[in-house]
Antibody
Framework: QVQLQESGPRLVKPSETLSLTCTVS????????WSWIRQPPGKGPEWIGY???????NYNPSLKSRVTISLDTSKKEFSLKLNSVTAADTAMFYC???????????WGQGTMVTVSS | DIQMTQSPSSLSASVGDRVTITCRAG??????LAWYQQKPGKAPKLLIY???SLESGVPSRFSGSGSGTEFTLTISSLQPDDFATYYC????????FGQGTRLEIK
């Protein structure tokens, strides 16, 4: 059974860096895209970016200047860093299998991150 | 950025009804279009990919159609478990979601 699990701080201060990790089980990293998606309270999802199993990345142009996504195949993890956060970055963050020309077929349960001092 | 517009934004219907939700893209996305169902407090669930392909395990009452800029999700006979919010998503150029359609019980 494929499972994705997000982990990381739930509270981040304004101007600091939000860091999350996704641990993948039940499926090989190989040949798939791995994405981060966020969803502010009461709003629709927003794709942040993906990392391919080769390590290549692609980001949402609106967030590109602040985002880094990376993977560690030995640990079966991929990570998100979003810097210079503001209250507008408060959202539920999901790690997801999919991206590129693959739909988002497996989602983690999500982790709520609040940006506040 | 390809904008995705869903209509209606909300919809009231009864068990057994046939329901159609429309999604329009700001420019052609070919058939790189997916539909998701989301229930409160849960992650979205993939229903349809490549505009009309049914994801494994999804009931056959769900169907998708369209290409280019206009797409539809149809639920042939609403069941109690179907009351939720539905999102379309294009993945032809980067990825963007529609604003959602909330399906409520009449």
């Amino acid at each position: 059974q494929v499972q994705l699990q997000e982990s990381g701080p739930r509270l981040v201060k304004p101007s600091e860096t939000l860091s999350l990790t996704c641990t993948v089980s039940g499926v090989s990293f190989r040949s798939y895209y791995w994405s981060w998606i966020r969803q502010p309270p009461g709003k629709g999802p927003e794709w942040i970016g993906y990392v391919y199993y080769t390590g290549s990345t692609n980001y949402n142009p609106s967030l590109k200047s602040r985002v880094t996504i990376s993977l560690d195949t030995s640990k079966k993890e991929f990570s998100l860093k979003l810097n210079s956060v503001t209250a507008a970055d408060t959202a539920m963050f999901y790690c997801v299998k999919g991206g590129g020309l693959d739909a988002f077929d497996i989602w983690g349960q999500g982790t709520m991150v609040t940006v506040s001092s | 950025d390809i904008q995705m517009t869903q209509s209606p934004s909300s919809l009231s219907a009864s068990v057994g009804d046939r329901v159609t939700i429309t999604c329009r893209a700001g420019q052609s996305v070919s058939t790189w279009l997916a539909w998701y169902q989301q229930k409160p407090g849960k992650a979205p669930k993939l229903l349809i990919y490549k505009a009309s392909s049914l994801e494994s395990g999804v009931p056959s009452r769900f169907s998708g159609s369209g290409s280019g800029t206009e797409f539809t999700l149809t639920i042939s006979s609403l069941q109690p478990d179907d009351f939720a919010t539905y999102y379309c998503q294009q993945y032809n150029s980067y990825s963007t979601f529609g604003q959602g359609t909330r399906l409520e019980i009449k």
